[in-house]
Structures are given as structure tokens and as C-alpha cells.
């Protein structure tokens, strides 16, 4: 996610994290444990119930799921509302924003040029990017692990400022790396894990360069066409293909709830600007966890994961691995998803909602991942620990 700590999306994967007490192997799916349940009736009538309680207790406006797995059949539903306003119902056609999920696009676009040659995981980021503090030191390795230990533009409080009173505004990369970079770094590259979207953007400005192509051109013919995915779209701006379901946040700067539908997610750009629909999100949860637009020695890098510091989830190429569940969640304001893919069962589960307001200090896209696997893969419970409280000014997130 774009998230920060205790923000939406970086909730899941803020830091500084504490030393870990497992391996990268721990955290490897398991072949002998691939559970995945039937999806029965019953099953289904289970699945409804804790969807709507979820909903009910975070107060989640609406919200749509698809779980599926060869020989077990499909769940794909929605519930709730796409606006507030008409009390228009969600649907799987909508186009929602996906906060975070697109940086498995832009580490794709990246990693699309490792095996062209044009670039090298171990590239330090000055040969592309001037100016990054450490830059010498720093691969692009790892900015796409989350260890760069560069400042994370959107915990900065005078950019949440200026995003929650004009949302309207539009961004450029430079700004938010001026952002980062006027803070000094939090830890040398490689020390730890720690979630940041200045990575991201780093990253964005390297697909630019090595791709001779504008980064929302490069994803869309290399990546999303690749892909099959008819239905997702970079934004250079604000713009919202319809239908589309409004977002609902308390990132505003009065707290309160509002609807951020329209609000211009350019200051998430190459870590968090994309959107998307139901369908594609599926089929795209496949590709990210099998590699299908990769090597396999590439993908191979791309899953080996660092520890995180969290139980169980580990944190590799732009991409996590939490209790076997290969994929990202994504948060923006308004909106929250979950992208994820359980290779032992070759297992599909998407996650779609409208609105990025924690609850108890979690994020509901995860609060719906584990009612979820709690019923489908017991074996395998997606949770992503709260490490961290809420700050009193929530950082927007991009998770």
C-alpha cells in the first residue's frame, strides 16, 4: 500500500521492523499444506455471513470478493453499496482504484527489463537517477524489497497537509522525491525491511529511462496487454473510466468522512495511482505469482522474500508472501484491495472495496482476507498484524 505506519496499505508492512526469528524458507508456501475447501453451498452461505459481519463491524460501505481454485469451484459476489449518495448497489463492473497493486505492475515493467538486459537488479540507482541520497549504494534490488532506508514522502506531515486540504492537486515524481530526500535516510541499504513508496517511485523513474517510454505507455503495452487486461488503466491525472464506485475516506483535513472519488491519486503514481476491475484483478493475481510475463529465474528472485519483521509474511520483488498467499494489498484513499494467489491450491482471491477507513487500527481489506481464509484455507490465514497504533494525523497510504 502507499501506506505508512498504521496507514492504509503500509499498515501492513510499516517499520522500522524488529529482527525477525524465522527464515525465508519459513516463510515458503508448503506443498503439504495446500488446503483449500470445497466451495460448496454451504461454504458459500459461511463466506456470506462473515463478509457481512466484517462489514457491518468496520462499517464498510460495499465491497465485492472472488475466490476461486481449479476442481473447487468459484465464489464471486458483492455486497453492500457503490454510492452513498444513490444507494446504487456494487457490482463486479465496476472500476475501483487500487492503491498499492500497482507496484506489481511497475516492478513487472522493471523486471520485464532485467531479462531484456537493459537493466540489472544490482544497477545502484544513480546510474538512472541523480540526486538520491545513498545512491551509490543503493540497488534497485533493493528499493523494490522495501531496503532502502529512504524516507517515505507520504509520512511526511507537510505532504499530508497539502494533499488533504487540495486532493485536487497534481503531483510530479520530482516533487515527492524532493519531499523524501530533504529528510535524512533512516537506515543504510540493505539493514532492514521497512515499507516506503519513495522506492516506487525511484522505480517508475528507471522503467522511464532504461524503457524509453513514459511509464503509464510502458505498463500498458508491456505489462497490462501482456496481460489480457482489458479493463486497467494509469491515470496521468484524475480521471475515472465508468462505471466506477465512490471511495470513502477520513483522510481529509477535517477528519471527517468524505467521498475522495475524484481526488487525483498522481502523488501515488508508479507506487499506487492504478485502477482496475474484479475480473482483471483475478486473472492478474495469477500472472503476479506464477510469472507468466517473466523467466522463471527471474520470478525466481522476484518470490524470494526478506522477513519483515511480522509473523509470517515476508517481503520480495514488489510482491509479499503472508501465511502462503502470494501477492499485494493496496490502499488509496477511499479505496482498498487485496490481490492475492495460493500456489498449492492455485487458488485466486481478490478483494475489492470502497473505502480505506481502519478499523481498530487494521485495514478492512485484511480484516476481509482473514474471515475469509479462516473459511476457505485453514491452513493458510491471511493476517497482516497491526505493529504500530495510529498516529493522531494518519499518513495517507499506498498500500
Known sequence: MLAVPASAGAAAFSGPAPAAAYSAA??????????????????????????????????????????????KGEYVKTFGIADKATQAPMNTDLYMRIGSVTKTFTVTAMLELVDQGEVGLDDTIDKYVDGVPNGDKITLRQLAEMRSGLFNYSADEGFYKALTSNPDRPWTPQELLD???????????????????????????????????????????????????????FPTGAEFPSPHAHGYTNQTASGKIEDSTNWDPSWGWAAGAMISQLGDLRTWARILATGTLLTPETQAQRLDVVPTGLAGAG?????????????????????????????????????????????????????????????????????????????????????
Open 26 to 71: 519459513q516463510l515458503a508456501p508448503s506443498a503439504s499444506n495446500g488446503e483449500f475447501v470445497e466451495l460448496t453451498p454451504a461454504v458459500e452461505a459461511r463466506l456470506d455471513t462473515a463478509i457481512r459481519d466484517v462489514m457491518r463491524e468496520a462499517r464498510i460501505p460495499g465491497v465485492m470478493v472472488s475466490l476461486s481454485a481449479p476442481g
Open 179 to 233: 519531499i523524501a530526500f530533504k529528510h535524512p535516510v533512516n537506515f543504510q541499504p540493505g539493514a532492514q525491511f521497512e515499507y516506503c513508496n519513495t522506492n516506487l517511485i525511484l522505480l517508475g523513474l528507471v522503467v522511464e529511462k532504461a524503457g524509453g517510454q513514459p511509464l503509464n505507455e510502458f505498463i500498458q503495452e508491456n505489462v497490462i496487454e501482456p496481460a489480457g487486461l482489458r479493463h486497467t488503466l
Open 315 to 399: 517481503y520480495g520483488l514488489g510482491i509479499f508472501n503472508v501465511q502462503g498467499w502470494i501477492g499485494h494489498n493496496g490502499s488509496l484513499p477511499g479505496y482498498e484491495s487485496l490481490v492475492v494467489y495460493l500456489p498449492e491450491a492455485k487458488a485466486t482471491m481478490v478483494v475489492m472495496l470502497n473505502t480505506d477507513v481502519d478499523h481498530d487500527g487494521q485495514e478492512p481489506s485484511t480484516l476481509f482476507g482473514q474471515a475469509i481464509t479462516r473459511i476457505v484455507s485453514p491452513e493458510h490465514v491471511f493476517n497482516i498484524p497491526v505493529v504500530q497504533p495510529p498516529p493522531t494525523s494518519k499518513p495517507p497510504s499506498t498500500s
